[in-house]
């Protein structure tokens, strides 16, 4: 994995909202004595058009959702190695075929980072969701397993450990996905922005709800 010296201030073990926990049982995986994995709510989505511009339902091209994520976790002395599988569900737009026979295929890139009980990024890798559709497939559904495997101070720390996943999206995919999110408090939002700006911290973009 590739170390970052980004920050996540903001990102403090046990108190983020910004993300979604997996099944949306934050309680438990608070509980829970491993790392938690959590989904970044405004890139858990990545949609392409023929026009980046144009973002009517019409110019689509496709688009994929990280609908959620299963993992199991085993705690050594100074390591916890974590299996995760992740569901990607895509969906093919409008401009997505040129002839009715196409197999259209699309790779989606997606990060895994991983976080200090401080907040601060260890390391962010980058994959890549592959989904390939049939000639008669509009929907497909692609399972991704990945195995991450965290130093840890102490088991007693493992669970202050966070894994966050979401997709890298560009400037333009971002403003999408913010402007059609469910609206969500101002708070929120502040706190959305700043998780997404310290992982894509060249990327500047306006506040939620503006």
Do not use: W
């Not at 980046?52 to 091209?61: G, V």
């Not at 026979?101 to 260890?122: H, L, N, Q, R």
């Not at 333009?172 to 310290?198: C, G, P, S």
């Amino acid at each position: 994995m590739v170390s970052l010296q980004d920050d996540l201030i903001g990102l403090t073990a046990g108190n983020i909202h910004t993300a979604r926990a997996l099944d949306g049982k934050s309680e438990v995986l608070l509980a829970s004595p491993c790392p938690s994995i959590e989904i970044i709510d405004d890139l858990s989505s990545l949609s392409d058009f023929s026009d980046p511009k144009n973002t009517a339902a019409t110019q689509l091209i496709s688009r994929v959702d990280l609908s959620s994520a299963q993992s199991t976790c085993k705690l050594a002395s100074k390591s916890a190695i974590i299996d995760l599988k992740l569901i990607f569900k895509g969906a093919l737009g409008d401009k997505g075929r040129i002839k009715s026979s196409d197999k259209p295929f699309f790779s989606y890139p997606f990060f895994v980072a991983v976080t200090s009980p401080s907040g601060k990024i260890m390391a962010k890798e980058i994959f890549a969701a592959s989904l390939t559709y049939g000639a008669n497939e509009n929907k497909h559904t692609y399972f991704e397993n990945l195995r991450q495997i965290i130093p840890i101070k102490s088991k007693d720390m493992a669970r202050h450990y966070k894994i966050l996943i979401g997709f890298q999206v560009t400037p333009d995919q971002l403003a999408y996905n913010r402007e059609h999110m469910v609206t969500i408090t101002d708070k929120i939002a502040d706190k959305a922005k700043i998780v997404t700006d310290r992982i894509f911290p060249s990327t500047k973009t306006k506040k939620l709800n503006d």
